[in-house]
Protein backbone atom coordinates (compact mmCIF):
# COMPACT_ATOMS: atom_id res chain seq x y z
CA UNK A 1 0.00 0.00 0.00
CA UNK A 2 1.18 3.47 -0.99
CA UNK A 3 2.70 5.46 1.84
CA UNK A 4 0.02 8.36 3.41
CA UNK A 5 0.75 11.29 3.78
CA UNK A 6 -2.57 13.07 5.03
CA UNK A 7 -3.70 11.49 8.10
CA UNK A 8 -7.22 12.97 9.46
CA UNK A 9 -9.10 11.70 12.59
CA UNK A 10 -12.30 12.99 12.99
CA UNK A 11 -13.63 12.74 16.60
CA UNK A 12 -11.54 13.92 19.40
CA UNK A 13 -13.07 11.45 22.17
CA UNK A 14 -11.12 8.73 23.85
CA UNK A 15 -10.20 6.76 20.85
CA UNK A 16 -10.26 9.14 18.33
CA UNK A 17 -7.57 11.72 20.26
CA UNK A 18 -5.35 8.72 21.82
CA UNK A 19 -5.29 7.50 18.31
CA UNK A 20 -4.49 11.24 16.80
CA UNK A 21 -1.86 11.97 19.66
CA UNK A 22 0.07 8.57 19.21
CA UNK A 23 0.20 9.20 15.30
CA UNK A 24 1.45 12.75 16.00
CA UNK A 25 4.08 11.45 18.20
CA UNK A 26 5.78 8.92 15.91
CA UNK A 27 7.02 11.90 14.19
CA UNK A 28 6.95 11.08 10.67
CA UNK A 29 6.60 13.10 7.49
CA UNK A 30 2.63 12.34 7.41
CA UNK A 31 0.19 15.81 8.98
CA UNK A 32 -2.07 14.19 11.12
CA UNK A 33 -5.13 16.68 11.97
CA UNK A 34 -7.61 16.44 14.39
CA UNK A 35 -11.03 17.27 13.55
CA UNK A 36 -14.12 17.55 16.36
CA UNK A 37 -16.78 20.01 16.60
CA UNK A 38 -15.68 21.37 19.93
CA UNK A 39 -12.52 23.15 20.50
CA UNK A 40 -11.90 21.18 23.54
CA UNK A 41 -11.99 17.17 25.10
CA UNK A 42 -14.75 16.65 27.40
CA UNK A 43 -14.46 13.48 29.87
CA UNK A 44 -17.46 12.24 28.80
CA UNK A 45 -17.32 9.26 31.59
CA UNK A 46 -17.45 12.20 34.19
CA UNK A 47 -20.71 13.95 31.98
CA UNK A 48 -23.17 12.63 35.00
CA UNK A 49 -20.83 14.82 37.71
CA UNK A 50 -20.82 17.75 35.75
CA UNK A 51 -24.73 17.91 35.73
CA UNK A 52 -24.42 17.18 39.38
CA UNK A 53 -22.22 20.85 39.27
CA UNK A 54 -18.65 19.72 39.03
CA UNK A 55 -16.36 22.17 36.52
CA UNK A 56 -14.50 20.12 33.52
CA UNK A 57 -11.12 20.44 33.08
CA UNK A 58 -9.54 22.83 30.39
CA UNK A 59 -8.16 20.27 27.67
CA UNK A 60 -8.11 22.29 24.86
CA UNK A 61 -7.39 20.02 21.46
CA UNK A 62 -5.56 22.93 19.75
CA UNK A 63 -2.69 22.53 22.12
CA UNK A 64 -2.58 19.32 22.62
CA UNK A 65 -2.09 18.78 18.78
CA UNK A 66 0.17 21.57 18.11
CA UNK A 67 2.72 20.56 20.70
CA UNK A 68 3.39 17.09 19.08
CA UNK A 69 3.08 18.34 15.73
CA UNK A 70 0.06 18.20 14.96
CA UNK A 71 -3.30 20.11 13.75
CA UNK A 72 -5.99 21.07 14.91
CA UNK A 73 -9.13 21.68 12.88
CA UNK A 74 -12.45 22.76 14.78
CA UNK A 75 -15.84 21.74 12.77
CA UNK A 76 -18.93 19.76 12.58
CA UNK A 77 -18.29 16.78 9.77
CA UNK A 78 -21.19 16.23 7.34
CA UNK A 79 -20.24 14.06 4.83
CA UNK A 80 -17.25 11.88 3.80
CA UNK A 81 -16.44 11.43 -0.15
CA UNK A 82 -14.66 8.22 0.10
CA UNK A 83 -14.24 8.34 -4.01
CA UNK A 84 -12.18 11.69 -3.58
CA UNK A 85 -10.62 11.02 -0.13
CA UNK A 86 -12.80 13.95 1.27
CA UNK A 87 -14.04 15.21 4.75
CA UNK A 88 -17.10 17.76 4.04
CA UNK A 89 -17.64 20.09 7.30
CA UNK A 90 -20.68 22.47 7.75
CA UNK A 91 -20.52 25.01 5.95
CA UNK A 92 -18.17 24.57 2.04
CA UNK A 93 -14.57 23.34 3.81
CA UNK A 94 -13.88 20.03 2.74
CA UNK A 95 -10.26 19.06 4.06
CA UNK A 96 -8.45 15.93 2.01
CA UNK A 97 -7.22 12.98 3.39
CA UNK A 98 -5.28 9.84 2.69
CA UNK A 99 -5.92 7.97 5.41
CA UNK A 100 -9.15 8.51 7.28
CA UNK A 101 -9.21 7.66 11.28
CA UNK A 102 -13.06 7.53 11.94
CA UNK A 103 -13.78 8.15 15.32
CA UNK A 104 -17.12 9.33 15.92
CA UNK A 105 -18.44 8.06 18.70
CA UNK A 106 -21.90 7.65 19.94
CA UNK A 107 -24.82 9.38 21.50
CA UNK A 108 -28.01 8.53 23.41
CA UNK A 109 -30.22 6.91 21.51
CA UNK A 110 -33.44 9.16 21.86
CA UNK A 111 -35.58 8.05 18.71
CA UNK A 112 -36.11 4.52 19.18
CA UNK A 113 -39.05 5.13 22.09
CA UNK A 114 -41.81 7.19 21.09
CA UNK A 115 -41.51 10.84 23.04
CA UNK A 116 -38.16 10.65 23.98
CA UNK A 117 -36.50 13.37 21.93
CA UNK A 118 -39.04 15.73 22.48
CA UNK A 119 -39.36 15.25 26.74
CA UNK A 120 -36.75 13.88 27.75
CA UNK A 121 -32.70 14.61 28.24
CA UNK A 122 -30.27 13.49 27.87
CA UNK A 123 -26.32 13.15 29.42
CA UNK A 124 -24.44 13.79 25.88
CA UNK A 125 -22.35 17.04 25.74
CA UNK A 126 -21.38 19.53 27.96
CA UNK A 127 -23.95 22.23 27.20
CA UNK A 128 -27.16 19.97 28.32
CA UNK A 129 -25.15 18.75 31.06
CA UNK A 130 -24.67 22.27 32.57
CA UNK A 131 -28.42 23.28 32.09
CA UNK A 132 -29.17 19.86 33.73
CA UNK A 133 -27.72 20.79 36.42
CA UNK A 134 -29.10 24.26 36.52
CA UNK A 135 -32.63 22.48 36.60
CA UNK A 136 -31.74 20.06 39.31
CA UNK A 137 -30.15 22.37 41.65
CA UNK A 138 -33.19 24.77 41.39
CA UNK A 139 -35.61 22.24 41.56
CA UNK A 140 -37.88 22.42 44.75
CA UNK A 141 -38.19 19.00 47.29
CA UNK A 142 -40.16 16.11 45.89
CA UNK A 143 -39.52 16.85 42.47
CA UNK A 144 -39.76 13.54 40.86
CA UNK A 145 -36.74 12.50 38.88
CA UNK A 146 -37.39 9.50 36.22
CA UNK A 147 -33.45 7.97 35.05
CA UNK A 148 -34.70 5.72 32.64
CA UNK A 149 -32.06 2.89 31.68
CA UNK A 150 -30.32 -0.19 33.25
CA UNK A 151 -26.92 0.18 32.14
CA UNK A 152 -24.18 2.13 33.93
CA UNK A 153 -24.75 5.98 32.49
CA UNK A 154 -28.11 5.51 34.23
CA UNK A 155 -26.75 3.65 37.71
CA UNK A 156 -24.33 6.43 38.08
CA UNK A 157 -26.30 9.24 37.57
CA UNK A 158 -29.07 8.10 39.63
CA UNK A 159 -26.29 7.78 41.99
CA UNK A 160 -24.78 11.00 41.24
CA UNK A 161 -27.75 12.93 41.29
CA UNK A 162 -29.21 11.08 44.41
CA UNK A 163 -26.19 12.49 46.77
CA UNK A 164 -25.96 15.70 45.57
CA UNK A 165 -29.45 16.67 45.42
CA UNK A 166 -31.70 14.60 48.13
CA UNK A 167 -34.70 17.04 47.66
CA UNK A 168 -35.20 15.10 44.55
CA UNK A 169 -37.55 11.87 44.74
CA UNK A 170 -35.47 9.64 41.78
CA UNK A 171 -36.88 6.64 40.39
CA UNK A 172 -34.81 4.83 38.12
CA UNK A 173 -36.42 2.39 35.68
CA UNK A 174 -33.85 -0.31 34.67
CA UNK A 175 -36.00 -2.40 32.21
CA UNK A 176 -36.74 -6.21 32.62
CA UNK A 177 -33.78 -7.18 34.43
CA UNK A 178 -31.57 -6.41 37.56
CA UNK A 179 -30.32 -9.50 38.77
CA UNK A 180 -26.70 -11.59 38.45
CA UNK A 181 -25.47 -13.20 35.34
CA UNK A 182 -22.07 -14.57 34.17
CA UNK A 183 -22.28 -13.50 30.75
CA UNK A 184 -20.29 -10.47 29.54
CA UNK A 185 -21.19 -7.64 30.52
CA UNK A 186 -23.01 -9.21 33.70
CA UNK A 187 -22.48 -8.02 37.25
CA UNK A 188 -21.80 -10.95 39.75
CA UNK A 189 -24.43 -11.40 42.89
CA UNK A 190 -22.41 -8.97 45.37
CA UNK A 191 -21.97 -6.27 42.68
CA UNK A 192 -26.15 -6.36 42.81
CA UNK A 193 -26.33 -6.99 46.44
CA UNK A 194 -24.50 -4.14 46.44
CA UNK A 195 -26.36 -1.48 44.13
CA UNK A 196 -29.18 -2.73 46.03
CA UNK A 197 -28.12 -1.50 49.22
CA UNK A 198 -26.71 1.75 47.59
CA UNK A 199 -30.05 2.64 45.74
CA UNK A 200 -31.80 2.08 49.56
CA UNK A 201 -29.14 4.20 50.72
CA UNK A 202 -29.43 6.95 48.96
CA UNK A 203 -33.32 6.69 48.34
CA UNK A 204 -33.50 5.61 44.76
CA UNK A 205 -36.69 3.66 43.98
CA UNK A 206 -35.75 1.46 41.33
CA UNK A 207 -38.34 -0.35 39.00
CA UNK A 208 -37.47 -3.40 37.59
CA UNK A 209 -39.62 -5.49 35.24
CA UNK A 210 -41.00 -3.83 32.26
CA UNK A 211 -39.70 -1.42 29.59
CA UNK A 212 -40.72 2.17 28.97
CA UNK A 213 -42.39 2.20 26.32
CA UNK A 214 -42.80 6.23 25.61
CA UNK A 215 -42.38 9.02 27.21
CA UNK A 216 -44.60 12.14 27.16
CA UNK A 217 -45.11 15.18 28.82
CA UNK A 218 -44.80 14.72 32.78
CA UNK A 219 -45.21 11.06 32.08
CA UNK A 220 -43.74 7.35 30.87
CA UNK A 221 -45.35 4.67 29.81
CA UNK A 222 -43.91 1.47 31.50
CA UNK A 223 -44.70 -1.52 30.21
CA UNK A 224 -48.24 -1.91 28.21
CA UNK A 225 -50.72 0.82 30.43
CA UNK A 226 -48.50 1.97 33.50
CA UNK A 227 -48.04 5.25 33.98
CA UNK A 228 -44.69 6.71 35.83
CA UNK A 229 -45.41 10.41 36.37
CA UNK A 230 -42.32 12.82 36.40
CA UNK A 231 -40.99 16.63 36.59
CA UNK A 232 -37.96 15.65 34.51
CA UNK A 233 -36.69 12.59 32.72
CA UNK A 234 -33.36 11.73 31.80
CA UNK A 235 -32.83 9.00 29.07
CA UNK A 236 -30.00 6.86 29.45
CA UNK A 237 -31.29 3.73 27.64
CA UNK A 238 -28.28 2.85 25.61
CA UNK A 239 -26.20 4.77 22.37
CA UNK A 240 -26.81 5.34 18.81
CA UNK A 241 -24.00 5.94 16.21
CA UNK A 242 -23.58 8.36 13.74
CA UNK A 243 -25.03 7.65 10.19
CA UNK A 244 -22.20 9.05 8.24
CA UNK A 245 -20.39 5.70 7.93
CA UNK A 246 -23.66 4.31 5.77
CA UNK A 247 -24.40 7.49 4.49
CA UNK A 248 -20.82 7.73 3.00
CA UNK A 249 -21.00 3.49 1.87
CA UNK A 250 -18.21 2.75 4.55
CA UNK A 251 -19.36 -1.54 5.35
CA UNK A 252 -21.68 -0.94 8.30
CA UNK A 253 -23.14 -3.31 10.83
CA UNK A 254 -26.76 -3.50 11.99
CA UNK A 255 -26.00 -0.87 14.22
CA UNK A 256 -24.49 1.52 11.90
CA UNK A 257 -21.13 0.78 13.30
CA UNK A 258 -18.29 0.28 10.96
CA UNK A 259 -16.92 -2.65 9.96
CA UNK A 260 -13.41 -3.17 10.81
CA UNK A 261 -10.86 -6.10 10.48
CA UNK A 262 -7.83 -7.00 13.14
CA UNK A 263 -6.04 -4.38 12.65
CA UNK A 264 -9.07 -1.58 12.90
CA UNK A 265 -9.05 -1.00 9.20
CA UNK A 266 -12.90 -1.00 7.48
CA UNK A 267 -13.78 -4.07 5.29
CA UNK A 268 -14.63 -2.06 2.42
CA UNK A 269 -12.20 1.02 2.57
CA UNK A 270 -8.41 -0.23 3.80
CA UNK A 271 -7.17 3.19 3.62
CA UNK A 272 -10.19 3.81 6.75
CA UNK A 273 -9.74 2.60 10.12
CA UNK A 274 -12.59 3.02 12.62
CA UNK A 275 -12.21 2.95 16.26
CA UNK A 276 -14.45 3.55 19.42
CA UNK A 277 -17.93 3.59 19.86
CA UNK A 278 -18.66 4.13 16.29
CA UNK A 279 -16.66 0.81 14.93
CA UNK A 280 -17.36 -3.00 15.10
CA UNK A 281 -14.25 -4.37 16.31
CA UNK A 282 -13.57 -7.82 17.50
CA UNK A 283 -10.29 -8.26 19.45
CA UNK A 284 -8.19 -11.05 19.61
CA UNK A 285 -8.82 -12.54 23.09
CA UNK A 286 -11.81 -10.06 24.72
CA UNK A 287 -13.87 -10.49 21.50
CA UNK A 288 -16.70 -8.23 20.67
CA UNK A 289 -15.68 -4.94 21.75
CA UNK A 290 -18.56 -3.26 23.99
CA UNK A 291 -18.70 0.84 23.96
CA UNK A 292 -16.98 2.10 26.45
CA UNK A 293 -14.04 4.22 26.87
CA UNK A 294 -11.98 1.17 28.37
CA UNK A 295 -12.28 -0.20 24.98
CA UNK A 296 -12.02 2.81 22.86
CA UNK A 297 -8.68 3.78 24.16
CA UNK A 298 -6.90 0.92 23.46
CA UNK A 299 -8.56 0.72 19.73
CA UNK A 300 -7.13 4.28 19.14
CA UNK A 301 -3.46 3.04 20.34
CA UNK A 302 -4.00 0.35 17.95
CA UNK A 303 -4.89 2.49 15.04
CA UNK A 304 -1.96 4.91 15.77
CA UNK A 305 0.03 1.43 15.18
CA UNK A 306 -1.55 0.50 12.26
CA UNK A 307 -0.65 3.69 10.27
CA UNK A 308 2.07 4.37 11.80
CA UNK A 309 3.30 0.65 10.41
CA UNK A 310 2.05 1.35 7.16
CA UNK A 311 3.85 4.62 6.95
CA UNK A 312 6.93 3.12 7.85
CA UNK A 313 6.29 -0.68 5.66
CA UNK A 314 6.30 -2.43 9.01
CA UNK A 315 4.28 -5.53 8.89
CA UNK A 316 1.17 -5.47 11.64
CA UNK A 317 -0.28 -7.40 14.49
CA UNK A 318 -3.89 -7.87 15.15
CA UNK A 319 -5.61 -5.89 18.15
CA UNK A 320 -5.18 -7.31 21.13
CA UNK A 321 -7.78 -6.56 23.97
CA UNK A 322 -8.62 -8.54 27.19
CA UNK A 323 -10.71 -6.92 29.55
CA UNK A 324 -10.34 -6.61 33.50
CA UNK A 325 -12.76 -4.70 35.39
CA UNK A 326 -15.20 -2.30 35.16
CA UNK A 327 -15.92 0.79 37.52
CA UNK A 328 -18.92 1.89 38.63
CA UNK A 329 -19.32 5.85 40.59
CA UNK A 330 -21.84 5.73 42.73
CA UNK A 331 -22.02 9.30 43.92
CA UNK A 332 -18.53 11.14 45.41
CA UNK A 333 -17.94 8.49 48.41
CA UNK A 334 -19.02 5.02 47.11
CA UNK A 335 -17.84 2.81 43.93
CA UNK A 336 -18.53 -0.31 42.64
CA UNK A 337 -15.81 -1.86 40.59
CA UNK A 338 -17.10 -5.66 39.12
CA UNK A 339 -13.60 -7.30 38.19
CA UNK A 340 -14.21 -9.25 34.92
CA UNK A 341 -12.35 -12.17 33.32
CA UNK A 342 -10.98 -11.15 29.43
CA UNK A 343 -14.39 -11.89 27.90
CA UNK A 344 -16.26 -9.30 30.34
CA UNK A 345 -17.30 -12.30 32.15
CA UNK A 346 -17.53 -11.19 35.69
CA UNK A 347 -16.03 -12.70 38.49
CA UNK A 348 -16.70 -13.33 42.38
CA UNK A 349 -14.09 -10.10 43.18
CA UNK A 350 -15.62 -6.66 43.71
CA UNK A 351 -14.45 -3.52 45.62
CA UNK A 352 -17.36 -1.31 46.83
CA UNK A 353 -17.17 2.04 48.86
CA UNK A 354 -14.53 4.24 49.17
CA UNK A 355 -12.42 1.67 47.90
CA UNK A 356 -14.57 1.21 44.76
CA UNK A 357 -14.42 5.27 44.39
CA UNK A 358 -10.69 6.10 44.96
CA UNK A 359 -10.15 3.18 42.14
CA UNK A 360 -12.19 4.75 39.77
CA UNK A 361 -11.56 8.22 40.58
CA UNK A 362 -7.68 6.72 39.85
CA UNK A 363 -9.02 5.17 36.51
CA UNK A 364 -10.44 8.36 34.97
CA UNK A 365 -7.17 10.30 35.54
CA UNK A 366 -5.21 7.76 34.33
CA UNK A 367 -7.20 7.40 31.06
CA UNK A 368 -6.34 11.30 31.09
CA UNK A 369 -2.92 10.40 31.79
CA UNK A 370 -3.03 7.65 28.68
CA UNK A 371 -4.51 9.88 26.44
CA UNK A 372 -1.26 12.11 26.67
CA UNK A 373 -2.81 14.54 28.99
CA UNK A 374 -0.11 16.28 31.69
CA UNK A 375 -2.15 14.84 34.74
CA UNK A 376 -0.17 13.56 37.87
CA UNK A 377 -2.12 10.35 39.11
CA UNK A 378 -0.19 9.38 41.71
CA UNK A 379 0.58 6.04 43.02
CA UNK A 380 -2.22 3.51 42.71
CA UNK A 381 -4.72 3.53 45.55
CA UNK A 382 -4.83 -0.69 45.58
CA UNK A 383 -3.54 -3.54 44.16
CA UNK A 384 -6.44 -5.47 41.85
CA UNK A 385 -6.73 -9.40 41.77
CA UNK A 386 -6.34 -9.15 37.95
CA UNK A 387 -4.20 -7.84 35.55
CA UNK A 388 -4.21 -4.31 34.17
C1 LIG B 1 -22.40 9.74 31.81
C2 LIG B 1 -21.57 8.68 31.12
C3 LIG B 1 -20.72 7.89 31.89
C4 LIG B 1 -19.93 6.91 31.26
N1 LIG B 1 -19.09 6.16 32.05
C5 LIG B 1 -18.29 5.26 31.45
C6 LIG B 1 -17.35 4.50 32.23
O1 LIG B 1 -17.29 4.62 33.46
N2 LIG B 1 -16.54 3.63 31.59
C7 LIG B 1 -16.58 3.46 30.23
O2 LIG B 1 -15.79 2.66 29.71
N3 LIG B 1 -17.46 4.15 29.47
C8 LIG B 1 -18.32 5.04 30.04
N4 LIG B 1 -19.20 5.75 29.27
C9 LIG B 1 -19.24 5.50 27.83
C10 LIG B 1 -18.09 6.25 27.15
O3 LIG B 1 -18.15 7.62 27.48
C11 LIG B 1 -18.13 6.09 25.65
O4 LIG B 1 -18.22 4.73 25.33
C12 LIG B 1 -16.85 6.70 25.06
O5 LIG B 1 -16.85 8.09 25.29
C13 LIG B 1 -16.72 6.42 23.57
O6 LIG B 1 -15.54 7.03 23.13
P1 LIG B 1 -15.36 7.44 21.61
O7 LIG B 1 -14.00 8.03 21.50
O8 LIG B 1 -15.72 6.32 20.73
O9 LIG B 1 -16.46 8.55 21.30
P2 LIG B 1 -16.94 9.84 22.04
O10 LIG B 1 -16.38 9.94 23.40
O11 LIG B 1 -18.40 9.86 21.85
O12 LIG B 1 -16.27 11.00 21.18
C14 LIG B 1 -16.69 11.28 19.87
C15 LIG B 1 -16.14 12.64 19.47
O13 LIG B 1 -16.56 12.90 18.13
C16 LIG B 1 -17.04 14.23 18.04
N5 LIG B 1 -18.05 14.26 16.98
C17 LIG B 1 -19.15 13.50 16.87
N6 LIG B 1 -19.81 13.78 15.74
C18 LIG B 1 -19.10 14.74 15.12
C19 LIG B 1 -19.24 15.43 13.88
N7 LIG B 1 -20.26 15.18 13.05
N8 LIG B 1 -18.33 16.36 13.56
C20 LIG B 1 -17.27 16.62 14.37
N9 LIG B 1 -17.08 15.99 15.54
C21 LIG B 1 -17.98 15.06 15.90
C22 LIG B 1 -17.61 14.54 19.41
O14 LIG B 1 -17.61 15.94 19.65
C23 LIG B 1 -16.65 13.78 20.33
O15 LIG B 1 -15.57 14.59 20.73
C24 LIG B 1 -20.00 6.73 29.86
C25 LIG B 1 -20.87 7.52 29.09
C26 LIG B 1 -21.64 8.49 29.71
C27 LIG B 1 -22.55 9.35 28.86
Not at 74 to 80: A, Q
Not at 110 to 130: F, I, K, M, N, T
Not at 192 to 217: Q, W, Y
Not at 288 to 310: D, N, Q, V, Y
Amino acid sequence: MATSSRIVVVGGGYAGLTAAARIAEGKTDATVTLIDRKSEFIERIRLHEIAAGSEPRDLGYKDFMECRGGNFHRGGVSGIDLARQLIELEGQDTIAWDTLVYALGSFTDVDSVPGVREHAVSLDDLGECRELFGRLFEAPKGTKLLIVGGGLTAIEAACEFAERFPQLEITLAVGNKFEAHRKPGGLSAGAIEHLRNTFDRLSVNVIVGDRVTSVEKNSAVIGDDNTLPFDLCIWAAGFSVPTLAKESGLAVNDSGQIRTNRSLASFSHANVLAVGDSAEVIAEIGGRCRMSCATGRPMGEMAAKTILGRLLAESSTPFEFGYSFRCISLGREDGLIQFVDEKDCPTDDVWTGKRGARWKEYICQRTLQGIGFDVDIGDPPDTPPARI
